[in-house]
């Protein structure tokens, strides 16, 4: 009789191990899950990202470098390296459907270029220009994609030029070089430009009344 009441004690340790074991296991999956999302799903993204890929962008010869997750927006992200243009942007979820900002990078790289040889002559130090576009761009009509200017109406209220560089007060008069040039190539978005002593924030609707280096003033951040 008392062989029989230990055996039963043991299976019942056991059975409570096992249920610990089974409870740490499944909150050790959850918070992985909750941190780097589901596998399953990821595994099923990077399948819909290449999907993707290949549907819009058949002449690209590119590579899933990594995936994200975002446990805020609980949706993941791809890292694609593209061999064609030497440039890497991203795949994402939003709202149930799946984007990209490989327009943005390319435009982001045409305003690098182009701006440069004006940068170059305006100051010493090297100036950074970057390019955040808001939202969707569909340019899967076209074989490839066109400059900035040719969307640049479309998109001016939902996109942001930076220029970021050691730019001083008495810098406005270049300022307003650059923006002269940024009309004249239609380069048209929300401008800024940032540095350790200032920053000057432009919306789009103001670029063209701005006439006079003094102009400059009112949008100054300090």
Not at 2 to 27: F, G, Q, W
Not at 42 to 54: D, P, W
Not at 86 to 109: N, P
Request: proline share 2%; net charge neutral.
């Amino acid at each position: 009789m008392e062989d029989r009441t230990n055996e039963v004690i043991k299976v019942k340790k056991r059975v409570i191990i096992l249920s610990v074991m089974l409870i740490i296991a499944s909150l050790i999956y959850f918070s992985f899950v909750v941190i780097y999302g589901d596998p399953f799903k990821k595994e099923n993204f990077k399948y819909e990202v290449s999907q993707y890929l290949n549907s819009n962008y058949k002449d690209l010869e590119w590579e899933i470098v990594s995936l994200n997750y975002s446990f805020k927006s609980k949706e993941f992200q791809a890292n694609v390296a593209t061999l064609t243009h030497d440039l890497t942007f991203s795949v994402y979820q939003y709202e149930g459907g799946i984007y990209d900002d490989y327009a943005a990078h390319l435009w982001e790289r045409e305003i690098q270029k182009e701006s440069y040889p004006l940068l170059v002559k305006l100051f010493k130090s090297p100036v950074k220009v970057t390019i955040n576009v808001l939202g969707q761009v569909d340019t899967t009509s076209y074989s490839n994609i066109p400059n900035y200017s040719m969307f640049s109406k479309e998109l001016a209220d939902r996109t942001k030029i930076t220029f970021t560089g050691d730019f001083k007060h008495n810098d406005n008069d270049k300022i307003l070089q650059i923006i002269k040039w940024l009309m004249q190539s239609k380069y048209l978005a929300d401008i800024e430009f940032r540095s350790n002593h200032f920053i000057v924030k432009i919306p789009f609707s103001d670029l063209k009344e701005i006439k006079q280096k003094n102009e400059l003033n009112k949008y100054i951040v300090n």
